[in-house]
């Protein structure tokens, strides 16, 4: 497998702009989950997602933020309207089940710069 | 809410030196433990994870970390670090039922000099 896949690698945007991140699971991991790291308060969970049904999405910071699940192997983190403070870098993870036990993959990150 | 933290933020250590890295979590109840690693311009991954048993836990590249239940706690040690051994470390907590997702700190970044 070639682990969790998430596009675009980086981002640049002008501030208003929306932006789309992309985040393809692990085959057969059925928690996904959205995380953001900033240098002042380093990783964040953002919202996770079991069969595809959002859990929890009390870390998401604001209503400009929304994340959804078509299908089990496809979620996007979008953010509308982008604002400079979201400049970060957003990871994508997945787990098989159960979550309890297991660690979490992460994929590469998207690092995005709003300006 | 659980909480992580890390005591150090940054630590510089020369080649062979011994390391440990501070880590307490703040959940009462049953919990999983990791540490990560994410070198630069990588993406995190797993060094070791505590669930059971054994408190020492023995991970990849000579990594192994100590779960102190009494102290909760759980360190990071590695005898003698090597330059490659440069990254960002973190320290992350599961607790209950895993509702919450990983928990993590804020990170150490480790720079070893040559």
């Known amino acids: 497998d070639a682990g969790v896949i998430q596009s675009p690698r980086h981002e640049v945007t002008e501030m208003g702009q929306e932006v789309t991140l992309r985040c393809k699971p692990i085959s057969g991991h059925d928690y996904l989950f959205w995380y953001r790291q900033t240098m002042m308060r380093g990783l964040e969970l953002l919202i996770y997602?079991?069969?595809?049904?959002?859990?929890?999405d009390s870390g998401m910071p604001e209503d400009r933020f929304s994340a959804k699940m078509p299908n089990a192997s496809f979620s996007t983190l979008k953010i509308q309207p982008s604002e400079p403070r979201d400049s970060a870098v957003y990871f994508c993870?997945?787990?098989?089940?159960?979550?309890?036990?297991?660690?979490?993959?992460f994929g590469q990150g998207t690092r995005l710069t709003v300006v | 809410a659980q909480s992580v933290s890390q005591h150090n933020h940054h630590v510089i250590l020369s080649e062979a030196a011994s390391l440990e890295l501070g880590c307490n979590y703040s959940y009462g109840g049953t919990v999983n433990l990791f540490w990560y690693v994410q070198y630069p311009g990588q993406h995190l991954q797993l060094l070791l994870k505590y669930f059971s048993g054994d408190p020492l836990v023995k991970g990849i590249k000579g990594f192994e970390a100590e779960f102190i239940k009494s102290k909760f706690s759980f360190n990071l040690r590695k005898p003698s670090v090597q330059w490659s051994d440069t990254a960002e470390y973190f320290c992350a907590a599961l607790s209950g039922g895993g509702a919450d997702g990983l928990t993590f700190g804020k990170g150490t970044h480790l720079i070893i000099q040559p």
């Open positions: 993870a997945s787990s098989p089940p159960p979550f309890r036990g297991t660690e979490a993959f």
């Open positions: 997602f079991n069969n595809n049904v959002p859990i929890d």
